[in-house]
């Protein structure tokens, strides 16, 4: 039951957080969808990865590498973005910039939470230690890339020249693809690199969020 608890209370609490602090609500069902939405993209993204690992290591290219750049942070950063564009930019709710924030930390969460039960109760035999390891590593930093994307995301939509939307779409993928990627890299070769990369977006997200969180701004 303890490892249980380690496994989806991370996710938990950091929505949890979320939606209380959040001065314009979402609706509950729509959290719940695009939690749901999370859980479903990790499906592909697992065949997927699994896929190009296989290739890439038939080239010779190092796990490391492969892992961080070519797959893991292009595939799951990709799959979230074309659920943030296909449906969650669609809800009628999504109508100030810090939803983008909420929704797509959601979304990450789902992903995170299947991602964690994968890796804590089959990868590892029901490992204590890596359940406590991705509560304070990997499961925030799901959600970090998730709010920078949203972010991203929101900007895109507030802005009112041609030339600043499309260079804002084209950050609200390709910072969260280059965020995750460095990351699993240096989760690899220097973790301690890793843990400023993930402090430093923790911060940066949160700093907006509560810039954000108190201004009546409509998009």
């Not at 729509?30 to 290739?55: M, Q, R, Y």
């Not at 930093?141 to 939509?157: K, Q, R």
């Not at 260079?167 to 609200?172: A, T």
Request: proline residues 4%; hydrophobic residues 50%.
């Amino acid at each position: 039951m303890f490892l249980l608890f380690l496994t989806v209370a991370p996710s938990f609490f950091i929505l949890l957080y979320l939606v209380k602090s959040d001065r314009f609500p979402e609706p509950t069902e729509k959290i719940i969808k695009t939690f749901l939405w999370g859980v479903v993209i990790i499906i592909p993204a697992a065949i997927a990865n699994d896929l190009l690992i296989s290739n890439w290591k038939l080239l010779k290219i190092s796990n490391s590498v492969s892992h961080s750049f070519l797959s893991a942070g292009p595939i799951e950063e990709g799959l979230k973005f074309l659920i943030l564009t296909s449906i969650i930019s669609k809800y009628k709710d999504y109508d100030h910039p810090v939803d983008g924030i909420v929704y797509c930390v959601c979304l990450s969460q789902g992903f995170a939470t299947l991602e964690n039960i994968y890796y804590i109760y089959l990868l590892y035999g029901s490992s204590i230690e890596i359940a406590v390891l991705r509560a304070i590593t990997a499961v925030p930093a799901h959600a970090m890339f998730g709010a920078i994307m949203g972010i991203f995301y929101s900007h895109h939509l507030l802005a009112k020249k041609k030339k600043d939307k499309k260079m804002f779409f084209v950050l609200s993928i390709i910072v969260p693809i280059l965020l995750h990627s460095f990351y699993n890299y240096f989760m690899y070769t220097a973790p301690i690199l890793a843990i400023v990369l993930l402090g430093s977006g923790i911060y940066y997200s949160f700093t907006v969020f509560k810039k954000w969180n108190v201004k009546k701004i409509r998009i």
